[in-house]
């Protein structure tokens, strides 16, 4: 499990620059599936034909991420957000560009030296180690994309690492084609790895507009409630996959919900329930396309989303995948 | 040579978000003679067809039709006319300042209360658009009311006008230059279908955008636009955003769409090729019609290029022809090389 899990945290892919994370996807199903392409947005979409209703399972490929804006004249990098960066951990982190250069990000500290104290876009820059602006210019260029330097730790059943959201997601629905028991379908399924979620859940829109599935799920990462004096979340790591009811941008449909309950008492997979009030999936997107897809999702509990130490744990993992293939196989 | 007939009379014309008529009509007149079809869609916005019988990807060229202004929401016992923003527009460019007012086309100034009169405190903050008002010499609420009754849209009152050689200043390039390179790349041939889309309401949340591209959706959008150049003094490097005299600018990321990597290293190889200057939008600011676009149905791949001009949202602002000439050129030649 983890060789796989660490192979797509370390491939690069933020928001529009997805490929190297779709090669991996490729390489692992296609054998395992009817038809693989890419649709006009670069969504790469698996189709395992069966009779019933079209499923369409969504995760998403990207992650967030930077893209360099500027190059000043001593060789520093100016950039700005792609997605949702949270800007009060990302001074002193390292950051990999797309070419491969590996640099540090700092921030103009003439009102606040040593300590900071109002992190701002403005403000922060990259060092590369350039000595000036024409050794910067020969390593990176104005528009050139980074993410948070990919590292895995691994203890017992959790593993912290950046872009969790939604590495683990395409995780899960790798796995779940490979363990699927296809005959016993009962879904005609669209398994649909998405690009540009994290800036406006866009590869979702037009890849469910294209397949028109009847229902819809997505798998994501979502907050847990398990960390000191946090804010409170009843979702915590180990207690199993967590059934969406409600986030920032949809209430998931009763039916697909209850269905995803009732399968997981059927079979004993601990699962939880997630209600979330800020944040959302490509299930939000999937809902209100064309007239309309029954949506909802399964989450995957994580803490520090949207740093570069996201920490999940193995067992909802494991729980997530047996969920949907059981959830599939009815 | 850039038709600076057409940019004045676009730059001119009366179009804030919602009332787009003048634009629409001058441009239906400016290109009728050069595509096969026209029609406005439900929304205002207008589409023209051209070549669609040819092979080849469906190439879409979008410019917005509306300005930033002003729409007239109570008029006072004396005649005054009290107002609301459409679109981004700042406070501070409002006092003072001459204006157009609906339909019969009244001239009037945005006041307030004098100088002074103000307190002392009151002197240094901004006024609010609130706490000012259109006065059209009026007498009454009655004279104002069968002038410009509540919901006129309002304009500034600004004429296009050469500053120095080749330096134009007028109102509304945002985006009235972009509807110009688009009226003047439909008079040249290509070798595939082209789909003009010049939409309405972008200003207030890219609405027109939202449904334009259905009826006749491309394979390929390029917007064309008026942006923020903040070339000024005490400015940092970093937060520019473009250069007046830099040439075309490029979105490779704004705050509402990602353009296509692919066909922008195209657009970009084609304008070292052609020795066409260029730059990228170096502050992740603002948002197109391109991110709508972008989403209709199974999806566009989109290109954002925008001629720069300061003080754009505000009553008068600048560009240089050079750089108008400089992005029609690399448009067309982007779209000739496909």
Redesign the interface.
């Known amino acids: 499990m983890e060789d796989l899990i660490k192979k797509l945290v370390f491939a690069f892919g933020p928001?529009?620059?997805e490929e190297a994370v779709k090669k991996i996807i490729r390489a692992e199903i296609e054998q395992e599936v009817d038809e693989i392409s890419e649709?006009?947005?670069g969504n790469l979409v698996a189709h395992i034909k069966g009779s019933g209703e079209k499923l369409m399972l969504a995760a998403h490929t990207d992650s967030i991420g930077i893209?360099v804006?500027?190059i000043?004249?001593n060789g520093f990098l100016?950039f700005?957000?792609?997605g949702g960066l949270r800007k009060s951990f990302l001074i002193g982190q390292k950051i990999l560009l797309e070419n491969g250069i590996e640099g540090y990000v700092f921030y103009e500290d003439k009102e606040s030296p040593w300590e900071v104290k109002e992190p701002k876009m403005?403000k922060v820059f990259i060092d590369i180690g350039a000595t000036n602006k024409a050794r910067a210019k020969e390593m990176v260029q104005?528009?050139t994309l980074g993410v948070y330097l990919p590292n895995f730790i691994r203890n017992d059943s959790r593993i912290i690492a950046p872009s969790m959201d939604d590495r683990i997601g395409v995780y899960v629905l790798i796995e779940v084609i490979k363990n699927l028991k296809k005959r016993k379908s009962r879904f005609d399924l669209f398994f649909v790895f998405t690009t540009?979620e994290e800036?406006?859940v866009?590869g979702a829109?037009?890849?469910t507009?294209?397949i028109t599935p009847d229902l819809g799920i997505a798998v994501d990462v979502t907050f847990s409630g398990d960390t000191p004096e946090c804010k409170p979340m009843a979702l915590s790591l180990g207690n199993g996959p967590a059934v969406k009811v409600m986030d920032g941008g949809m209430i998931a449909s009763k039916e697909i919900k209850d269905e995803l309950i009732k399968t997981a008492k059927q079979e004993k997979i601990s699962y939880q329930l997630e209600v979330l009030t800020g944040g959302t999936t490509d299930a939000y997107a999937m809902q209100l396309t064309k007239s309309g897809v029954m949506s909802g999702a399964v989450s995957i509990p994580a803490r520090y989303v949207h740093t570069s130490g996201e920490t999940i744990d193995t067992n909802d993992v494991a729980g997530a995948i047996n969920l949907l293939k059981k959830y599939i196989e009815k | 040579m850039a038709n600076i007939e057409l940019i004045e009379k676009l730059s001119n014309a009366f179009g804030v978000s919602g009332d787009e008529r003048e634009v629409r009509n001058l441009i239906r007149e400016t290109i009728k003679g050069y595509v096969e079809g026209i029609f406005v869609d439900k929304i205002g916005n207008l589409v023209a067809l051209k070549g669609m019988e040819k092979p080849g990807p469906k190439i879409m060229l979008n410019a917005h039709m509306d300005e930033v202004g002003l729409i007239v929401t109570k008029i006072d016992e004396k005649g005054f006319l009290f107002f609301k923003k459409i679109g981004g527009l700042d406070d501070r460019v409002l006092l003072g300042k001459r204006v157009i007012v609906g339909e019969k086309r009244v001239k009037g100034i945005i006041g307030a209360k004098a100088i002074h009169l103000q307190q002392k405190d009151e002197r240094n903050k901004t006024i609010e658009y609130k706490n000012l008002f259109i006065d059209i010499g009026a007498k009454s609420k009655d004279e104002s009311e069968k002038l410009c009754p509540s919901g006129s849209y309002v304009v500034f009152d600004t004429q296009f006008e050469e500053l120095s050689m080749g330096k134009y200043i007028g109102k509304s390039f945002d985006n009235r230059l972009g509807c110009a390179i688009v009226s003047e790349l439909l008079t040249e041939e290509f070798n595939f279908p082209v789909i003009a889309l010049y939409t309405v309401q972008e200003e207030i949340g890219l609405r027109g955008a939202s449904v334009g591209a259905y009826n006749y959706t491309p394979d390929i959008s390029v917007t064309l636009e008026g942006t923020i150049s903040a070339d000024m003094p005490e400015i940092k490097d970093h937060l520019k955003v473009s250069r007046l005299g830099a040439g075309p600018v490029i979105t490779i990321k704004d705050r509402s769409v990602i353009t296509d990597h692919q066909l922008r290293e195209k657009m970009t190889s084609v304008a070292r090729k052609q020795n066409i200057p260029f730059q990228f939008k170096q502050v992740v600011a603002g948002g197109t019609d391109s991110s709508k676009i972008q989403l209709t149905k199974s999806g566009v791949k989109v290109l954002v290029v925008a001629v720069p001009a300061r003080y754009i949202h505000s009553p008068v602002s600048l560009f240089y022809m050079e750089d108008y000439e400089n992005t029609k050129k690399l448009v067309r030649e982007f779209i000739k090389s496909m």
């Open positions: 928001s529009s620059k649709d006009k947005f893209i804006t500027d000043d004249k100016r700005s957000e792609i403005e104005i528009g540009q800036v406006g866009k829109k037009v890849s507009f294209e």
